[in-house]
């Protein structure tokens, strides 16, 4: 199977739902991750204000995002939104942590939050504004 390599139109798409969901919700991590067997990226949003009664909420910011945009480099079904106890979001904080840095972080081990992985592509946060 080919793998697919993450754009810099997807990167782009990401900053700009990470800027326009933070409004509503703070981001305290968020990146770009794909399995180990799969060919898919996936966009995750992990925000210590997302829990078990507001899943529906935070996705629903996705939707009011993304539709509008119509973008071809980021579905709604590509975003997952997880709290910051998610061992994802958990593995992201702590690549950021030993490896701080002002521009994004991509990620090559093996294992990412208990999932092998190919890659994941971390943003630095807080965004800069945009150029």
């Not at 782009?12 to 305290?28: H, M, T, Y």
């Not at 939707?63 to 980021?74: E, T, Y």
């Not at 521009?103 to 090559?108: K, S, V």
Request: glycine fraction near 4%.
């Amino acid at each position: 199977m080919d793998k697919s390599p993450l754009v810099t139109e997807q990167i782009d798409a990401g900053e700009l739902l990470i800027r326009e969901f933070s409004k509503q919700i703070p981001v305290q991590a968020a990146f770009w991750l794909r399995e180990r067997d799969s060919d898919e990226w996936y966009f995750y949003l992990a925000s210590d204000q997302i829990n078990d009664s507001n899943f529906d909420h935070a996705y629903g910011e996705v939707l009011r995002i993304v539709r509008p945009q119509q973008s071809l480099w980021i579905d709604p079904f590509q975003v997952k939104v997880i709290g910051i106890e998610d061992p994802l979001a958990k593995a992201a904080l702590d690549v950021m942590v030993k490896y701080p840095s002002k521009i994004p972080t991509r990620y090559h081990g093996r294992h990412f939050g208990g999932l092998s992985v190919d890659e994941v592509y971390i943003y630095a946060l807080p965004l800069s504004a945009p150029a």
